[in-house]
């Protein structure tokens, strides 16, 4: 019988927040991650918690998409309606990605309490900045007494 992160809750504990492989509880977060052989659940209170890192990732590619567009249709002096057109979406593309649409975010965890090759677990991949901003926000208000990064 395959296992969920459900298994590892205390009881009345509630999943308040979900992202990636973290779980932010009432109590707790969670790290876990279901393998071909087993699992790996890793957990950390509150109280242990130093700081949230939020970063929010610009998707570069789109920007170089977007300029090599635009010079593109600039080279070709611009003259007709394809070439506009191809400029405008150069513009229309390369502002996307400076402005972070579609763009990835990712999170870190930040503990005194672990061991320098287990920070390396407290780090999200890219994930929808919603969710790293709602799990982020759980966790702050999980322990008051350190501010927001």
């Known amino acids: 019988m395959e296992r969920t992160v459900d298994d590892h809750l205390h009881e009345n504990e509630r999943i308040l927040a979900i992202c990636d492989r973290f779980y932010a509880t009432d109590q707790r977060v969670i790290r876990w991650e279901s393998r071909k052989i087993g699992e790996q659940v890793n957990t950390l209170i509150y109280d242990q918690i130093d700081s949230v890192i939020v970063s929010h990732h610009r998707r570069r590619r789109m920007m170089a998409f977007g300029g090599i567009l635009f010079l593109l249709a600039l080279a070709g002096g611009a003259n007709t309606d394809g070439q506009w057109i191809l400029a405008v979406i150069g513009l229309v593309a390369g502002s996307l990605g400076v402005f972070g ?20 677990l407290w780090r999200s991949s890219g994930a929808d900045r919603k969710s790293v901003l709602q799990i982020a926000a759980v966790i702050r208000s999980g322990h008051r007494s350190w501010p927001f990064e």
């Open 101 to 120: 649409v579609g763009g990835t975010s990712s999170f870190e965890i930040r503990s005194s309490d672990l061991e320098p090759h287990e920070s390396n």
